[in-house]
């Protein structure tokens, strides 16, 4: 991550601090991004009283680069995936059951996509969603979540390879990109699938937003999640800014509160994960590096963003983990494992270390919680696909095997 200096003419004055505050934007400390300078003092004054002041900046790499113990050592398990799936896009959890969504290309040469599911275990029987539904209902299905019955909401875009500045004769000065606009923002749309995999809603999202003559023509919705309590929260980008928005019961978008717009501002880099409670968690770090950690729900058909405190685990190169686990409202992992954090003002407790199971960081690209410990790890290939690994504590396993092999302690009874 690149360091900012904005006050180069104080250099030589102020060395010891720059080295201090350049050390700490460096990947083995990168905490400085959401800790504030008047944190530094205390770490400083309490570690090196009587000591040179090169120790401090050990004691901090120290604290920094070892985790605390983990509650658990990994057994990792790879889930092999169905050729049927094609290429593996997005993994959903709801309970302990897996949802994978893929695409494939057919005869025709077009994108499908493609859902299958199965119970999270070593080996998962992984079937198709829906077997005997029509393929066409889910023909450009870039997103989904799982609502609370079993059932799918999905995120549609038609034509996704229909892209004009694709074409070489393509020629933007002669382009109506007024009537593109129109055209590109008709085609998404939201679908509720009933549970043999037949549309039995459908929400033509372009009806949501005002396209006016102040837009600069460029519109994607980017993903759909449903929170507990079947919330739709819809992500997109209009006119090269990011935004959050939420459907009400009706279908209409919710009014922000605190807000006259019915869209939520994000910055740029961002991530949301369902929260176990309710609503979703909203990751954001703005411009400054520095971070932002909220609650969004809907609540009277409003929607809400609340502020809460950033663990200092959550680091510049940390990300959220989803839970389904009820004792645990959310985790979080960074280079060196899984934390499980079990309340908003709660201590995060590392529950994996990657190296138990032979993962790298830089390798996984999101973990989800199970209940049971259980986590599951979409990891990057060499070929910069998505695969599965599947987690779970060994210390459960052992336990459940000498549960089986243990004969019963027979109880002396005494007869009179």
Not at 66 to 89: D, I, S, V
Not at 127 to 143: E, H, I, K, Q
Not at 174 to 203: H, R
Not at 289 to 305: E, M, N, P, R, Y
Request: contains cysteine; hydrophobic residues 35%; aromatic residues 8%.
């Amino acid at each position: 991550m690149e360091f900012h200096g904005k006050h180069s003419v104080c250099v030589l004055l102020m060395g010891m601090l720059f080295c201090t505050a350049g050390c700490a934007a460096t990947e083995q400390n990168p905490s400085a991004n959401h800790t504030k300078a008047t944190d530094l003092p205390p770490l400083v004054t309490d570690t090196s009283e009587e000591t040179t002041d090169a120790e401090p900046e050990e004691t901090v790499s120290v604290t920094e680069t070892t985790p605390a113990e983990a509650l658990y050592k990994a057994k990792a398990a790879a889930w092999k995936m169905p050729e049927e799936l094609g290429t593996l896009q997005t993994v959903r959890i709801y309970e302990d059951d897996v949802y994978l969504l893929g695409t494939r290309q057919n005869d025709l040469q077009q994108t499908e996509s493609v859902l299958y599911h199965a119970k999270a275990d070593t080996e998962p029987e992984f079937a198709p969603l829906y077997a005997n539904a029509n393929a066409s209902a889910f023909v450009g299905l870039t997103d989904f979540d799982v609502l609370s019955d079993g059932t799918i909401c999905g995120l549609i875009c038609e034509n996704t390879d229909a892209v004009p500045y694709e074409d070489p004769t393509f020629n933007p000065d002669e382009f109506d990109w007024e009537s593109y606009y129109e055209n590109y923002a008709t085609q998404y749309q939201l679908v509720w699938y009933d549970k043999n995999g037949v549309v039995c809603k459908k929400l033509g999202l372009s009806t949501l937003l005002d396209l006016d003559e102040t837009s600069r023509q460029t519109m994607a919705f980017t993903g759909v999640r449903c929170d507990a309590s079947d919330h739709v929260y819809l992500t997109a980008t209009i006119d090269e800014s990011e935004c959050l928005m939420a459907l009400d019961d009706n279908g209409n978008l919710c009014p922000v509160q605190g807000n006259a717009d019915n869209v939520l501002s994000l910055e740029s880099d961002y991530q949301w994960v369902r929260c176990s409670d309710d609503g979703m968690l909203l990751w954001e770090c703005d411009t400054d590096d520095v971070q932002h950690l909220s609650h969004i729900v809907v609540t009277d058909g409003a929607l809400w963003k609340t502020q809460t405190a950033v663990p200092e685990q959550m680091t510049a190169d940390a990300m959220l983990a989803e839970s389904e686990e009820d004792s645990l409202l959310y985790g979080i992992w960074n280079e060196h494992g899984l934390y499980c954090m079990a309340g908003k003002n709660t201590q995060p407790e590392l529950l994996y270390q990657w190296d138990d199971c032979r993962l790298t960081a830089s390798e996984i690209a999101d973990v989800m919680i199970l209940p049971q410990q259980q986590a599951i790890v979409t990891v990057y290939t060499a070929q910069g696909n998505l695969t599965v690994e599947f987690l779970m504590p060994e210390a459960q396993e052992e336990e459940t095997s000498g549960t089986d092999t243990t004969p019963p302690v027979a109880t002396p009874v005494n007869f009179s």
